[in-house]
């Protein structure tokens, strides 16, 4: 029997970045698709998007990578698409820069709401999330989506994470938290 590959090494990636192929080893297509699939996975378990960054272009970019709502609580949500197995010991957009992202997020979220032609139901849950928000309701979340064939992906957060409030969401093994 051959050994596994990565689809990474067996599967043509022809992305592109403002209409350039990406060259070879650049692992953003990957990244990419981790951020993708974190989207589509807490879309189907109800979540409302509040925002995402669907294009190649915004995938290593600073900032949230997901911010989704449900029952009335905002999640942050930062992916690691990390091949490799063990834990998340840093996820700067979570910790050392959220201040910064949370404020630039109300603010957009403040802008949107105030657009004159924004449907009413859109305003509705902008206005629902930013209420959360001034209450504090919100939650911190890494994932680890990845499309790697070779079992390698991360297993859960380190305790000094887990002390600053930050949740892990396994979602490479559903229904199992850590």
């Given at each position: 029997m051959p050994p596994t590959r990565s689809l990474r090494k067996t599967l043509p990636l022809r992305a592109t970045i403002d209409g350039q192929p990406v060259k070879k080893g650049n692992r953003l297509p990957a990244a990419n698709f981790g951020e993708r699939w974190a989207t589509d996975f807490f879309a189907a378990?109800?979540?409302?998007?509040?925002?995402?960054?669907?294009?190649?272009?915004g995938t290593n970019q600073p900032g949230f990578d997901l911010v989704t709502m449900k029952n009335s609580r905002v999640y942050f949500i930062?992916?690691?698409?990390?091949?490799?197995?063990?834990k998340v010991y840093g996820v700067s957009a979570l910790t050392r820069n959220f201040p910064a992202n949370l404020a630039r997020?109300?603010?957009?979220?403040?802008?949107?709401?105030?657009?004159?032609?924004?449907?009413?139901?859109?305003?509705q849950v902008l206005t629902a999330a930013l209420a959360s928000l001034q209450k504090g309701n919100y939650r911190r979340v890494v994932t680890n989506a990845n499309f790697g064939t070779l079992g390698l992906h991360?297993?859960?957060?380190?305790?000094?994470?887990?002390?600053?409030?930050?949740?892990?969401?396994?979602?490479?093994?559903?229904?199992?938290?850590k």
């Open positions: 378990a109800g979540h409302r998007i509040l925002f995402s960054k669907p294009d190649l272009k930062d992916n690691k698409a990390f091949m490799r197995n063990g997020f109300k603010s957009t979220l403040l802008r949107l709401a105030q657009l004159p032609r924004l449907p009413a139901s859109y305003k991360l297993t859960g957060i380190s305790d000094a994470l887990r002390k600053q409030g930050i949740l892990f969401a396994n979602l490479k093994k559903p229904g199992k938290k």
